[in-house]
T-cell receptor, first 116, second 115 residues
């Protein structure tokens, strides 16, 4: 079974500073996808960033970047220059092939608060 | 234009009632999903429909039944509602390609409260 673990239920960061959210996962697959989703108070689920396991280069999207450690099965999200609008629940998620199932598994989430 | 829409956004009902939540996507996707997010924010897939066929059916009570009249709609019908059904239900859609990932787009969620 594939499981996704987020060990930090809550985190806070000062505006403009950097914060890292942790995620580990368990799988026997060699290729798969990993994701970070953001859920602000509006409840909308928004894809922040994704990483394909066979790509060694860490994915980056503007202020968001990941540290993907395949051997350690770790996939952390770094948010640089934190903004008040980054306050949200953040979910790490995993998807394994065959992708025609599109079966995505989520972690329990980390509640991030950005303080002014 | 809203890509994935759900109605209603809020639903409050009594135990034992039957209710439906509707979902529509205008993205031309061939696969739609229902997720349940419980009070602890844990998000878990319930159903996945591809071309009107069920391809994922997690262990959910058979009181829950997905109904897909066409590719653009996947409604969730719940019979004999229980207190534990209170949650936020998310619809999502994607275009599925066997060898690669395609992004799932989520609806805004429906908060169901069973009294």
């Amino acid at each position: 079974a594939q499981t996704v673990t987020q060990s930090q239920p809550e985190m806070s960061v000062q505006e403009a500073e950097t914060v890292t959210l942790s995620c580990t996962y368990d799988t026997s697959e060699n290729n798969y996808y990993l994701f970070w989703y953001k859920q602000p108070p509006s409840r909308q689920m928004i894809l922040v960033i994704r990483q394909e396991a066979y790509k060694q280069q860490n994915a980056t999207e503007n202020r968001f970047s990941v540290n993907f450690q395949k051997a350690a099965k770790s996939f952390s999200l770094k948010i640089s220059d934190s903004q008040l609008g980054d306050t949200a629940m953040y979910f790490c998620a995993f998807m394994k092939p065959p992708y025609n199932n599109n079966d995505m598994r989520f972690g329990a989430g980390t509640r991030l608060t950005v303080k002014p | 234009d809203t890509a994935v829409s759900q109605t209603p956004k809020y639903l409050v009902t009594q135990m034992g009632n039957d209710k439906s939540i509707k979902c529509e996507q205008n993205l031309g996707h061939d696969t739609m999903y229902w997720y349940k997010q419980d009070s602890k924010k844990f998000l878990k897939i319930m159903f996945s429909y591809n071309n009107k066929e069920l391809i994922i059916n997690e262990t959910v009570p058979n009181r829950f039944s997905p109904k897909s009249p066409d590719k653009a709609h996947l409604n969730l019908h719940i019979n004999s509602l229980e207190l534990g059904d209170s949650a936020v239900y998310f619809c999502a859609s994607s275009q599925v390609t066997p060898r690669t990932y395609n992004e799932q787009f989520f609806g805004p969620g429906t908060r169901l409260t069973v009294l």
